[in-house]
């Protein structure tokens, strides 16, 4: 109860925050951006607090006291500032018909896909089976820590990995809360403002109900033509259409070995991959702020939109990236057409914006991202993202790999891009120009991920690809509706815009359609009791000697060192872990000859498993003679090793 309270506490500051920073704007607007000011602000105040403090309750705390600290002052500056009153000038309908149904979907794949418990085990989905681990460790092993944090998974590896979105809910785990309440209610919260952000952001842009609800579908239910490798599958083989639903990805979205790498949004990125959806939250309102300053000439939301992108490099360093390259192609766009002497006022604008996101970033930048991925070697060129065989040639044809994934939509973006009428003025005018200047942003997006390889996984481009496809769609939702009005009067338009969303949709609906119904376990109930065990019985500082299976409950449910995780997050995370594995290999199959490396890395306990047992030669019978067994159920054991455990535990 205690860290739900302090999320809500966050969350009126930032809304109290918003709501005097922006008061000409609609109350809806003010309230979706303060929520999303709370989130971000109980994200980086208690981690700044916690360089001093540590990440313990008091930084919360303390941090909390700013943020109502800083809602206080900005009310009291702004409280004879006229308020706009009206919630917003969409149908009241609009946010609810799209919002609502998405957000409570969303809830059930939480529900089914973050620790379910069942039997005493917990289980997952198919698309959090693999990295939910990643988040979980984050979150546990982050209470108490001094900052800059390190791996768990690599003791004395400075964690470079975006985290801020895992410590929202550590900072909850302190306060009281559950590991599997916190990670819902947070998650749950950021999707829907996700959901109810991009509602507005192409409202605003489009002001009209149905280039919303077509933007909006084809943002979330997205997918290419993986469909029609699915049909020609069940062709072949009738129960090719239950493999669908019951294989290990075998939805249209995502099959590798056919080149299939668009996937759903909602079910591939949202919900398993926390980071990028903490950094959605962060990303929508920064496009909204955008397009809002530079149809309105607004330095002071120029100033607040500087200060917004200042904190999100470790909220999620990709968003920061793309939000980054659609600036400076919005700037090029509105200098180019600036008239007169604009010029001057756009570039002060832009560059005020720019500086006070640069100053804010770069230390950041220079702490975290730049040694893991620039010293780390993962910065290389690759044309092409994903079709690239790595020899320069491609697997598919560069327009058919596209088509194929993206769907018919690759083949719209231009035209949606520059879509509308030459002689268009007033409002028409300002709304084209922010297509264009979105669109010009998007493609220096597309073109730089296209050429760059940013991590050492090359698949992670596509969370700058799917930020240029979320800038094009209130235009492409603008540019087919427009389409359908000048086809009036035309036999069978009605026919061919459904064959459209549904050759659009129908892989991102059997794709979620098969998360719905997928159901693993993560860990078995013997596990989840050694996990338990170790959290309650051991000091935070413990260092465990584990396998590096990436389903490690001491490292995801416990928050506890271990010597090396699983090659799976550190190889793509950039970081060096050869030498770490060789240790660990030599205590596990050898400990009898490694005193010296027990010692060096300080392990106080011994974790083994049937995947320790599997992966290594493990010497058990020289844990069971020189150890002592704390705990023991099924398959699963656990050792305490005499002085080393001794001096663990009195650290």
Sequence with gaps: MGGVLLLVGYLLCGAALMDALLPGHFRLTRLWLGLCAGLIEMMWLPALMAFALRFTRASQLLGLGIALALAAIAQMMTRAVPRKRRWTDMPAWLPFALVVPLTLLSAYLLHTHVLRESGGALYVGQSTYGDLCLHLGIATSLRGTAFPPTYSLLPGALLGYPFLGDSLVTSMLLCGGSLRLSFILSGLLMMALVYLGFVIFCWDLTQSRAATVVAFVLMFINGGLGFIYALDGIGKDATAFKEIFTGFYRTPTNQPDLNLRWVNVLCDMMIPQRTLLAGWMALVPALWMLATAARKRSARLFAILGVWAGAMP?????????????????????????????????LLRFLLYGVIAVVLALPQLMTWSVPQTVKGGALKFRFNWVNNRGDGSLIDGYCWFWIKNVGLIWLLMVPAALCGRRAAKGVEARRQAAFRMLGLGALAVYVVAELIQFQPNEYDNNKLFYVAYMAMMPAMGWFLVALFNRLKGVRGRAVLAAAFLIASTLSGALTIGREVVSEYQLFSQAEVGAARYADENTPPGAVFLTGTQHKNPIAALAGRSIICGTPSYLFFHGIDYSAQYLDLSRMLEFPGDSEELFERYGVGYVFISNYERSDFAVDEDWFRENGELVFAEGDVCLYALGGVHRNSTES
């Design 314 to 346: 470790m909220i999620h360093t990709h968003s920061f990236l793309a939000l980054g390259l659609i600036s400076a192609g919005a700037m090029i766009y509105c200098l180019l057409h600036a008239s007169g002497s604009r010029w001057r006022g756009v």
